[in-house]
C-alpha cells in the first residue's frame, strides 16, 4: 500500500533500528513489539486475526454499503467509467457476494477460496469465515488507472426479511467488522427512496463500532426529487442515523446522482455538482492519507491490545488455585463491568478504549481462566515504548517523505478532469466570470456603479476611504469582508478609489453577497484597464466604452 512511501535516508530509532520505508517501518513494529503481546493474551480470538505483510503493503480500500438497488455496483461503473468482471445491475437484489475490484494486468475473476491463500492479497484471514462466505467472494481484476491507486469492495444488498438475513450461512455483521477495521473509507449509500433502516443495516452499521472517522453517507439518486421533497427525504436521513451511528458529531452525507445519465430533476444541479466534486476530493486524498490511517490503526489496535491484557490477567489473579472454578468464573462474568471500572483507575485507561462488555461476556463463556497468562509487564513496557517513541519516527518519516513527493492523488475514470476546463467547479462563475472574456466584466454594469460614484463627491477624480465606506457599509457586510475588499479594490494603494476601482468593489461586493469567496489575490482579468502595465487593454477597453 505504501509504494509511493519511500525514503531515501530511512528513519533511525535510539536502538539503531533502520527503515526504509513508512511500510516496513509499520510492520516491523507490529512484529517485534504488539504481535507477542497479542499472542500471548489471546488477542486474535477475541478481536482480531493477526495483521501480515500484504495488510501494511495493500492499496488503501474503500467499502460500499447498502440496501438492495441504492447504486452500489453502479457507483463503482461510475468511478471506473468502466464495466469491471463479475458486474450484474438491476433494480432487483443482483450482487449475492462481495467483491473486490482490484487491479491487474488482465481482466479477470479470482475466486474466494484461491483469493484467501494468495499472500499478495490483504484476504487470507477471511479463510476463518469458511466456505459459506468463500463461495460468495471473489476478487474482479482489471487494467483501470483509478484502481492503481486504490482497491474497492463492494458487498451484498441489505434486505429487511429475517429469512435473508439467516440464510446467508456465515455472519455478514462480523464480514462487515473485519473490512471496516482494514479500509481505509466505508461510504453507506442510501436511496432517496429508501431511507428506511433495516434490522441488518443496522447490525452492519454497529459493525463499524470505532471506525466513525471513515465513515461517510451518500444520498445517491437524489435528482429524483424535488428541492422541497429533498430536504424532508435529508432530514429524515438524519433522523435515521442518529438513532443507529451514537455519535454527537453529525455524519457528512453527500447528495447526488452517481451514474452516468441525465438528470431527472436539474433544479439542484449546482448542489450536487459541488457535493459530488466534495465526495471526488475525499476519495483522491485516501493515497495521501494511507500512511497515516495505516498508523493511527496499528495506534488503536495496540491500545485495545494492551487493555485486554489487563482484563485476561485480572481474571487469571481472581481464580482459585484448586477449587471453586466454575463459580468463580461465572462471578468473575457477572461482575465484568465492574472490573472495567477497577482496571481504568487502577491503570488510567480512557473508558474508550475498552471492548464491548456484553461481547466480552459471551466469549468469556468458552474458557477457562484458570489458564489464562499472568500479567506480563516487559510486554506492555514494550508497547507502552512503541507507542511513545518510535511512532513518533515513523510520523517524521511521513512528513519528511511529504515535503520531498507531490501528494498521491486517485486519477482516471471520474476523477480525471473533474476540476479542470468547462465543466469544473465554478468555471465561470463567481470571481472566475469573465476570466475568457475579450472586455473587461465589471464594465458591463460600470454605468450603475458611476452614477452612484459622482454622488460621493469625488476630487480630482477620486472619493475618500470615509465616502467609499459609507457606500459599502450599505451591502451590510462584515467589516473584515469590507476589508478585504477594500484591499482588493485599491489597485495603486493611495488610500482613494477612481471610478474603475470602485466599480471593481462593488462588482466585489456583489460576487460575495451571491455566495462566492473572494481571493485573496485580485486575478489579472479583473485589474480595473487604466492599472494594468498592458497598453492594448487600455485600448480594448476603451474601445468597448466607446
Known amino acids: 500500500m505504501f509504494s509511493w512511501v519511500k525514503q531515501e535516508q530511512g528513519g533511525r530509532n535510539k536502538e539503531g533500528e533502520m ?11 507490529y512484529t517485534k513489539k504488539l504481535l507477542p503481546l497479542e499472542e500471548t493474551y489471546l488477542f486474535h480470538d477475541f478481536h482480531s486475526p493477526a495483521l501480515e505483510g500484504a495488510d501494511f503493503q495493500s492499496k488503501p480500500m474503500v467499502l460500499l454499503v447498502g440496501q438492495y438497488s441504492t447504486g452500489k455496483t453502479t457507483f463503482i461503473r ?10 450484474r445491475i438491476g433494480p432487483e437484489p443482483t450482487t ?3 467483491i473486490a475490484v482490484m487491479h491487474g494486468e488482465t481482466e479477470g475473476v479470482v475466486p474466494g477460496n484461491a483469493l484467501v491463500v494468495d499472500p499478495k492479497k490483504p484476504f487470507r484471514k477471511l479463510n476463518a469465515f469458511g466456505n459459506s462466505f468463500l463461495n460468495r467472494f471473489i476478487c474482479s481484476q482489471m487494467p483501470n488507472q483509478v484502481l492503481q491507486s486504490i482497491s474497492i469492495i463492494d458487498t451484498p444488498g441489505i434486505l429487511s426479511g429475517e429469512k435473508q438475513r439467516i440464510s446467508r450461512g456465515y455472519d455478514f455483521a462480523e464480514v462487515l467488522r473485519w473490512f471496516g477495521e482494514r479500509v481505509d473509507r466505508i461510504i453507506l449509500l442510501f436511496d432517496a427512496h429508501k431511507l428506511d433502516i433495516s434490522d441488518e443495516f443496522s447490525e452492519a452499521i454497529k459493525a463499524f463500532k470505532g471506525q466513525d472517522d471513515k465513515i461517510r453517507v451518500v444520498l445517491n439518486k437524489a435528482d429524483q426529487v424535488d428541492t422541497q421533497q429533498l430536504m424532508r427525504v435529508y432530514g429524515a436521513l438524519m433522523w435515521s442515523l442518529g438513532k443507529v451511528i451514537n455519535t454527537p458529531e453529525v455524519v457528512r452525507v453527500y447528495l447526488g446522482s452517481f451514474w452516468a445519465k441525465p438528470l431527472q430533476n436539474t433544479e439542484n444541479r449546482r448542489l450536487f455538482e459541488a457535493e459530488s466534486q466534495d465526495l471526488f476530493r475525499d476519495i483522491q486524498s485516501l493515497p495521501r492519507n494511507a500512511a497515516l490511517r495505516k498508523l493511527n490503526d496499528l495506534i488503536k489496535r495496540a491500545r485495545l491490545a494492551k487493555v485486554h491484557a489487563y482484563i485476561i490477567s485480572y481474571l487469571k489473579k481472581e481464580m482459585p488455585s484448586l477449587f471453586g ?5 461465572e462471578e468473575l462474568i457477572m461482575r465484568l463491568p465492574e472490573i472495567y471500572t ?3 483507575r487502577e491503570h488510567h485507561i480512557s473508558p474508550g478504549d475498552f471492548p464491548n462488555v456484553t461481547k466480552m461476556q459471551e466469549m468469556l463463556q468458552h474458557y477457562d481462566f484458570s489458564k489464562f497468562p499472568s500479567l506480563k509487564m516487559k510486554l506492555i513496557e514494550s508497547v507502552d515504548k512503541m507507542l511513545a517513541t518510535k511512532i513518533a519516527v515513523l510520523m517524521a518519516m511521513i ?18 478532469g473533474s476540476e479542470d476546463g468547462p465543466f469544473g467547479r465554478g468555471y465561470g462563475e463567481g470571481i472566475s466570470a469573465g476570466a475568457d472574456a475579450d472586455d473587461w466584466i465589471v464594465s458591463r454594469d460600470k454605468h450603475r ?17 470615509v465616502n467609499a465606506k459609507k457606500e459599502m457599509m450599505n451591502s451590510r457586510l462584515p467589516n473584515t469582508v469590507l476589508g478585504k475588499i477594500w484591499k482588493l479594490a485599491d489597485c495603486d494603494q493611495d ?22 469567496e473572494l481571493p485573496n489575490e485580485l486575478p489579472s482579468h479583473l485589474v480595473p484597464p487604466s492599472h494594468r502595465k498592458n497598453p492594448t487593454a487600455d485600448a480594448l477597453y476603451n474601445h468597448t466604452e466607446d
Open 19 to 29: 527503515y526504509q520505508t513508512v511500510t516496513e517501518g509499520l510492520q516491523t513494529l
Open 78 to 87: 461510475y468511478l471506473l467509467e468502466q464495466d469491471f468482471p463479475g458486474m
Open 96 to 98: 449475492d457476494g462481495f
Open 325 to 329: 472454578r466454575e463459580k468463580k468464573k
Open 342 to 344: 477497577i482496571l481504568q
Open 399 to 416: 512528513r519528511e517523505e511529504e515535503s520531498k513527493q507531490p501528494p498521491a492523488m486517485v486519477s482516471g475514470g471520474a476523477f480525471e
Open 449 to 465: 456603479y458611476d452614477e452612484i460614484f459622482y454622488t460621493l463627491m469625488p476630487v480630482n477624480g477620486k472619493i475618500t476611504g
Open 495 to 516: 488610500g482613494m478609489l477612481d471610478d474603475e476601482e470602485f466599480a471593481l468593489a462593488q462588482h466585489l461586493i456583489q460576487i460575495k453577497l451571491e455566495g462566492y
